[in-house]
């Protein structure tokens, strides 16, 4: 059992920056992948970035090169680390872990594919 805690959202000008932690416990996060996703009101979870244990990250086209996903997973915690915020970034946040070969391998992007969630972290940005 993997039990997930984000903080870091709040609220912050388009243009600015916020950094979200998601920190873990019950597990060595090494064995899993780490995920962050997003759900705005009235539209699905989407993803938005993933950590494989290090060696690998992913990102979804709109958040990408302006936003890097990180883990240590001595301390097990996962950031998100998210620059240049746009209004369409507005959403509340969640962090997601799951250790299953299909997520590690290729599913990583698919929210329905996570045993583990997070509460979630409201992010707000303001034009």
């Known amino acids: 059992q993997v039990q997930l805690v984000e903080s870091g959202g709040g609220l912050v000008q388009a243009g600015g920056s916020l950094r979200l932690s998601c920190a873990a416990s019950?597990?060595?996060?090494?064995?899993?992948?780490m995920a962050w996703f997003r759900q705005a009101p009235g539209k699905e979870r989407e993803f938005v970035a993933a950590?494989?244990?290090?060696?690998?990250?992913y990102y979804a086209d709109s958040v990408k090169g302006r936003w890097s996903i990180s883990r240590d997973n001595a301390k097990n915690t996962v950031d998100l680390q998210m620059n240049s915020l746009k209004p369409e970034d507005t959403a509340v946040y969640y962090c997601?872990?799951?250790?299953?070969?299909?997520?590690?391998?290729?599913?990583?992007?698919?929210?329905?594919?996570?045993?583990?969630w997070g509460q979630g972290t409201q992010v707000t940005v303001s034009s």
């Open positions: 019950g597990r060595t996060l090494s064995r899993y992948i």
């Open positions: 997601a872990a799951d250790s299953s070969p299909s997520v590690w391998t290729s599913l990583y992007y698919q929210a329905r594919k996570y045993a583990y």
């Open positions: 950590s494989r244990s290090g060696d690998m990250t």
